[in-house]
């Protein structure tokens, strides 16, 4: 019958090349991690043998190992502070900053503002190292709190790119509506378009969360006390100028991945949208 319904449609076609090409990438990422993980569970006797060869006998004491050498606790609680409040304080003001320039982007000084800040892109860090550091240990700054600090204002040009291009498709309407009604800018802002920005808050937030913890090279120049060192600087205790540890560094980064894997695979979901969302306008 003409009108009749194929009994099986037809489904959407594959793309092989590319589903080789992203498994061929994939492998960029599955071979260091399996070379970490049988590593962290080899003797230092078996290091002579193949990398990527499984373990004769597995040793778990690398890990308690490594948990004593870098007081992970102590060192991971710091880690987690200085990654939760950079996050949090990247959040509240980042977006808030974001907004106030997409809602205005059609002026000339927001315009400026907008570039300037982007701008900030282009400049890399080994050019401005010097002058933080002086400036944090003059402003009494070289603590946790100015790493916190530091966090939010370098990531900022990234993510005011971000927010502006995923707040610039969020529907005008919304806001005008609510003005009708008589809402104030903060009102419109904490009641309609923070909870909008829950995609683009989970990817700035996750972006940041694994920058702020696994970052060696701020905590390394900013903290003065070693009782404020972060894990990636506790881990350096397996380097030495003639020899390294290399089973127990390998376990001890695997349980500096452990948290960040979780928190991940919380937030994976709203990650994607929100850069997919965000380079639309």
């Not at 007081?71 to 502070?81: G, R």
């Not at 009782?227 to 390998?250: H, I, K």
């Amino acid at each position: 019958m003409a009108g009749k319904l194929p009994l099986h449609p037809s489904r959407p076609r594959v793309n092989w090349w590319l589903t080789a090409l992203m498994a061929v990438l994939s492998l960029t990422v599955l071979i260091p991690l399996y070379f970490t993980a049988v590593t962290a569970l080899k003797t230092p006797d078996q290091l002579t043998g193949s990398g990527f060869g499984l373990p004769d006998r597995v040793r778990w004491a690398n890990f308690a190992d490594a948990w004593r050498l870098t007081d992970y606790p102590h060192a991971a609680l710091n880690s987690a502070l200085i990654t939760v409040g950079a996050v949090i304080l990247t959040l509240l003001t980042n977006s808030l900053v974001a907004y106030a320039i997409s809602a205005n982007l059609h002026r000339r000084l927001f315009k400026g503002l907008y570039l300037y800040f982007v701008s900030a892109l282009f400049v890399p860090f080994p050019i401005i190292m010097l002058p933080v550091v002086k400036q944090t240990a003059l402003l009494h700054l070289d603590n946790q709190l100015g790493l916190i600090l530091l966090y939010v204002v370098y990531g900022f040009a990234f993510n005011i790119f971000l927010y502006v291009g995923y707040l610039r498709s969020i529907p005008r309407e919304l806001e005008e509506a609510a003005r009708t009604d008589g809402a104030s800018t903060w009102t419109i802002f904490w009641r309609i378009i923070f909870p909008l920005l829950a995609p683009m808050n989970a990817t700035v937030g996750i972006l940041t969360c694994l920058w702020a913890w696994n970052d060696f090279l701020l905590p390394l120049i900013v903290l003065s006390s070693p009782d404020a060192r972060t894990l990636p600087l506790a881990q350096y205790v397996f380097q030495s100028q003639f020899n390294t540890n290399y089973t127990t560094a390998f376990a001890s980064y695997l349980m500096a991945l452990a948290p960040m894997l979780l928190v991940y695979l919380f937030a994976q979901r709203w990650v994607i949208s929100g850069v997919m969302r965000g380079a639309l306008k």
